[in-house]
């Protein structure tokens, strides 16, 4: 099984491009970078735009949208024009998550379904052929930094089991000792910030990551 890693950006200093794409520099090594978007509507916080997005240049890296958003239907084009490759969204913040979910696949652009620590998979179920892949949560949308929530990893394992082909996204508190586990339920992507960017070598926190 091949494991691709997510950097994010969240828990860097956003407010300043040249940080940012410093950042994107040190770790060339990664799968895509992964773009936190909040509305301060669906979470207290409040992040960047597509515009912002656009403008970090990833090169090769490819842009992972994840969409912490209410109206996420009214958002995507606009990330789709900024260059996500992958964009998912919460289900219960879109009015249809069906058609949007066809939409962003009808642009070239894999859709995703995320889930919170608090939304059982039995609310995604009816998605699951569909979508080109699920995010898994597993610490509280919002703040980077955040703890691994155990109970998440159940999650991860019966997807794995009800879906084997399904790509999954693992998201939050994953670090050079939480990825193993992960990676055992049966995740594929592997989204970390805190972890990455606080290392002396992004570089080598990825591959630890990858190689977990
Ligand atoms: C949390 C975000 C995560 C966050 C992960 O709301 O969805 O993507 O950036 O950050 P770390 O790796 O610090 O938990
Ligand atoms: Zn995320």
């Known amino acids: 099984m091949i494991i691709k ?85 919460h289900a219960e913040a879109a009015k249809s998550p069906k058609k949007l979910i066809e939409k962003i696949k009808s642009k070239g652009v894999l859709a995703g379904i995320a889930v919170s620590p608090a939304t059982p998979i039995k609310k995604i179920e009816k998605l699951l052929d569909d979508i080109d892949f699920v995010l898994v949560m597993t610490v509280k949308p919002g703040k980077p930094g955040q703890k691994l929530i155990e109970a998440t990893i159940k999650k991860i394992k019966s997807l794995t089991k009800k879906k084997p082909d399904l790509i999954i996204e693992v998201d939050g508190g994953i670090n050079a000792d939480t990825a193993h586990e992960v990676i ?24 630890i990551l990858r190689n977990s």
């Open 5 to 89: 890693v997510a950097a994010s950006i969240l828990s860097l200093d956003y407010s300043d491009i040249t940080i940012i794409n410093q950042a994107v520099m040190r770790v060339s090594n990664a799968d895509f970078i992964h773009f936190d978007v909040m509305d301060g509507k669906f979470v207290k916080d409040k992040t960047f735009d597509s515009d912002f997005v656009k403008s970090v240049n990833t090169g090769v890296i490819k842009k992972d949208v994840h969409l912490m958003t209410k109206q996420p239907e009214k958002l995507a084009d606009k990330f789709i024009d900024a260059g996500a490759a992958m964009i998912s969204f």
């Open 184 to 207: 055992e339920a049966g995740a594929d992507i592997l989204v970390a910030g805190s972890y990455i960017f606080n290392s002396q070598d992004p570089k080598i926190a990825v591959d």
